[in-house]
């Protein structure tokens, strides 16, 4: 399946043409953020039919990825020193708020009653 964000976006967020092997690296981070972004959504064999939020939360996934792609939280070189907030995902994962806002666009959002049978009669 077409991933639902393309390179150009991609590379538009990044602010940067991506080549050789870090494009690689991107196209496939753009395959893997629109499998999980569709594990939570919808198949939308047509991305061209996904909402705007699926596609946005792909690039971001992607982008994360792709600027921190061994997934590092923080840094120290000498006395430099940088660290991520522990709630962001590393890599190319979904953030809760990411994650409710797909199942939201879809409809998937809410409470949910589910019949439950035990023995053979209802519980």
């Known amino acids: 399946m077409k991933p639902l964000a393309d390179m ?3 590379e538009q967020r990044l602010g ?5 092997e870090e494009r690689a690296q991107a ?4 395959a893997d953020a629109s499998a999980l972004v569709r594990a ?3 198949a939308w064999p047509d991305p061209g039919r996904a909402p705007a939020v699926a596609v946005a939360i792909t690039l971001a996934a992607a982008e994360r990825r792709v ?3 061994e997934g590092y939280r923080s840094e120290v070189v000498g006395g430099y020193q940088y660290q991520l907030p522990a709630s ?3 890599g190319g994962g979904l953030t809760d708020g990411e994650a409710r806002m797909i199942r939201a666009a879809v409809g998937a959002s809410g409470l949910f009653a589910v019949p439950v049978e035990s023995l053979g009669g209802a519980l």
């Open 8 to 10: 150009a976006a991609l």
């Open 16 to 20: 940067r043409e991506l080549v050789g």
């Open 27 to 30: 196209e496939a981070a753009l």
């Open 40 to 42: 939570y959504g919808d």
């Open 67 to 69: 600027r921190n792609p």
């Open 88 to 90: 962001l995902p590393t």
